[in-house]
C-alpha cells in the first residue's frame, strides 16, 4: 500500500510539470504524410511483440540442456544466458535474440540451434499524466492508442492541449523517443489523421499550454525529473537519458 501511495504521488508530481510554449533554436520536427512509409512514420503502427522488463523467455539450445533454460529480462533490460554471456534484450523481438544467442554461441558450438520463446509476460502498463482527469498508470492491452489511454484516464481536462499530445517511448538504456501526436485532429475529423499505437511502458502526457519546442519539453519535463522517472515509472528504472528523437504525427 505504501509503494502505491508513493509512486502515485510522484505521478501526480510529475503531472504537475508546467511547461511553456519555448521558441528555441532547435529545428522542429518535420511532418509526416500517412503515405509515408519511412521507418519514423512505421513506429506508429502495431509491431511483433518486442520483450519487456519481467517478460520470461526459454531459451532452447538443441541437443544441450545446459545451455537451455528459462530467463527473466532484468529491470537493466538484460539477461545472462549461458555459455552467450550478458544480453541487453528489452526491445526486440524473440527472433532478433535467437540470432544474437546463436552469434554468441558460435565460440562454443559450430551450429547452434537455438529457439527462444516468450514463457511469461510481464504485467504491463502504460502512463497518462498531465491534464487529464485521472493521471496515473493504466493496464496495458494489445493494439492500444493514445486516445484509448487518454480515454482510460477519464478523459482529457478542459485545460488540456489536445493538438499537442506527447509521447515518450524508452528504446534503450539511454536512449528515448519523443512523438507529438495531434490528437484534437483525430477525435474531431478535421483533417486525415492516423491514431498512434502504443506500446507498453509509453508515457502520454497531455500538456497545459501548446509545445512548439520539443527539445525544451525533454529538458524540462524528463531532465529535471529524472530520478522521478527511474524511481518510480515501470519500464524507465536504470534509464539514463543520452540521446532522443523526436518524430511529428500526423
Keep these: 500500500m505504501q509503494r502505491i501511495l508513493g509512486t502515485t504521488a510522484v505521478l501526480l508530481v510529475l503531472t504537475g510539470v508546467q511547461l511553456g510554449c519555448g521558441s528555441g533554436g532547435h529545428p522542429q520536427p518535420g511532418p509526416l504524410s ?40 532484468q529491470p537493466d533490460g538484460k539477461i545472462t544466458a549461458p555459455g552467450a554471456g550478458e544480453l541487453h534484450v528489452a526491445g526486440k523481438t524473440v527472433g532478433e535474440v535467437a540470432e544474437h544467442l546463436r552469434s554468441n554461441l558460435r565460440r562454443l558450438l559450430r551450429y547452434p540451434d537455438v529457439s527462444v520463446m516468450l514463457s511469461d509476460y510481464a504485467e504491463q502498463q502504460i502512463y497518462v499524466l498531465g491534464e487529464v482527469k485521472q493521471p496515473g498508470a493504466r493496464p496495458y492491452v494489445p493494439a492500444m492508442t493514445t486516445l484509448h489511454a487518454v ?58 499550454t501548446i509545445i512548439a519546442e520539443v527539445n525544451l519539453f525533454v529538458d524540462q519535463f524528463v531532465r529535471k525529473n529524472l530520478v522521478a522517472f527511474t524511481a518510480y515509472i515501470e519500464g524507465w528504472k536504470t534509464f539514463h537519458l543520452g540521446d532522443w528523437r523526436s518524430y511529428e504525427v500526423p
Design 34 to 73: 500517412v503515405a509515408d512509409r519511412s521507418p519514423a512514420a512505421e513506429r506508429a503502427l502495431p509491431e511483433a511483440y518486442r520483450l519487456h522488463v519481467g517478460d520470461e523467455i526459454y531459451i532452447l539450445v538443441l541437443e544441450n540442456d545446459d545451455l537451455s533454460r528459462t530467463v527473466k529480462v
Design 151 to 208: 480515454g482510460a484516464a477519464a478523459g482529457p481536462l478542459p485545460s488540456g492541449k489536445m493538438s499537442t499530445v506527447i509521447i515518450l517511448r524508452r528504446s534503450g538504456p539511454s536512449d528515448m523517443d519523443v512523438y507529438r501526436v495531434n490528437l484534437k485532429a483525430a477525435m474531431d475529423g478535421s483533417v486525415t489523421t492516423r491514431d498512434f499505437f502504443l506500446q507498453p511502458y509509453d508515457v502520454v502526457y497531455v500538456p497545459r
